[in-house]
């Protein structure tokens, strides 16, 4: 069965601080992975897309990793702030277009 | 401006009634989706269409409906039979290619009162 696992599921940190959030998925074939920002009560928003023969991919503070051989991505979110306090959800796809959604990280900003 | 609209945001359902969610897209996007998502939980697939009057059942379809008669525009009803509808739905659309990004809507929240 298709799973995908994100830790921790919740974290508080400091402004200014960096964090990473881990994703781990059993999907298979894999076609892609995506990480996603979700404000409470709103749409997920799409932050990187990462195809098997990429390992990392940036925009803006958020950078992504994938190591598609241990079926690992983690998203690292360089200098928080507070605006960064969102569920970050993972997501991967398999052929043809099957997604599984990942339970997502609540992460919360402190000033 | 061009994007994702769902209405209403929020809405109350008595028990034994249909409601319709609504969701309209100017992106000229051919696949359109309908997401349940419960607190702790992810995103888990109701119904989803490729073209126009063509859609498919998701993982958890029971107890809802689509249709898809116009290409930007594809309606969720949540019937009766659906024991447990309190959730928050969202709708998403995209290209209809793998790799695409996926559009998510806002979002509408239904309670059953």
């Known amino acids: 069965k298709n799973q995908v696992e994100q830790s921790p599921q919740s974290l508080i940190i400091l402004e200014g601080k960096n964090c990473t959030l881990q994703?781990?998925?059993?999907?298979?074939?894999?076609?892609?992975l995506r990480w996603y920002k979700q404000d409470t009560g709103r749409g997920p928003v799409s932050l990187t897309i990462?195809?098997?023969?990429?390992n990392t991919k940036s925009n803006g503070r958020y950078t992504a990793t994938l190591d598609a051989d241990t079926k690992q991505s983690s998203l690292h979110i360089t200098a928080s702030q507070l605006s960064d306090s969102a569920s970050y959800i993972c997501?991967?796809?398999?052929?043809?277009?099957?997604?599984?959604f990942g339970g997502g990280t609540r992460l919360m900003v402190k000033p | 401006d061009g994007g994702i609209t769902q209405s209403p945001k929020y809405l109350f359902r008595k028990e034994g009634q249909n409601v319709t969610l609504s969701c309209e897209q100017n992106?000229?996007?051919?696949?359109m989706y309908w997401y349940r998502q419960d607190p702790g939980q992810g995103l888990r697939l109701i119904y989803y269409?490729?073209?126009?009057?063509?859609?498919q059942k998701g993982d958890i379809a029971e107890g809802y409906s689509v249709s898809r008669e116009k290409k930007e525009s594809f309606p969720l009803t949540v019937t009766s039979a659906q024991k447990n509808p309190t959730a928050f739905y969202l709708c998403?659309?995209?290209?209809?290619?793998?790799?695409?990004?996926?559009?998510f809507g806002e979002g509408s929240w239904l309670t059953v009162v």
């Open positions: 997501v991967v796809s398999a052929p043809p277009r099957v997604l599984t």
């Open positions: 994703c781990n998925y059993t999907v298979s074939p894999f076609s892609n």
């Open positions: 990462m195809t098997f023969s990429e």
């Open positions: 992106l000229n996007h051919d696949a």
């Open positions: 269409s490729q073209i126009v009057n063509d859609f």
């Open positions: 998403a659309t995209d290209r209809g290619s793998s790799g695409n990004t996926i559009y």
